[in-house]
């Protein structure tokens, strides 16, 4: 059973940092892709960046390239989200998820294992 943890929410001011951490437990995950998503409130769940297991490459939601920065450290089986010049759009709470279905990396149903998401609150 995959577990994931993310942590490093919080309350920030605009144009302010924070990094995310999402931390797996129960299998090592360096072969799987793997993403981020957030969820503001009201609204549905959408991507934020992803990162290939196979090829290293990564993608983003217009909304934050080149702001975000998504990585990983397979020795630690963690993925990272690092969030630089944040903006108050930029609330919600953020999830991490394993690819392991065929799709599109940028839909959530493409994905079966979540963590239970860290909330980020960006004022202005």
């Known amino acids: 059973q995959v577990r994931l943890v993310e942590s490093g929410g919080g309350a920030v001011q605009t144009g302010e940092t924070l990094g995310l951490s999402c931390a797996a437990s129960?299998?090592?995950?360096?072969?799987?892709?793997m993403a981020w998503f957030r969820q503001a409130p009201g609204k549905e769940r959408e991507f934020v960046a992803f990162l290939s297991g196979s090829s290293g490459n990564t993608f983003y939601a217009d909304s934050v390239k080149g702001r975000f920065t998504i990585s990983r450290d397979n020795a630690k089986n963690t993925l990272y989200l690092q969030m630089n010049s944040l903006k108050p759009e930029d609330t919600a709470v953020y999830y991490c998820?394993?690819?392991?279905?065929?799709?599109?990396?940028?839909?959530?149903?493409?994905?079966?294992?979540w963590g239970q998401g860290t909330p980020v609150t960006v004022s202005s």
């Open positions: 129960g299998r090592t995950l360096s072969s799987y892709s």
């Open positions: 998820a394993v690819y392991t279905r065929s799709g599109s990396y940028s839909i959530s149903q493409a994905y079966d294992w």
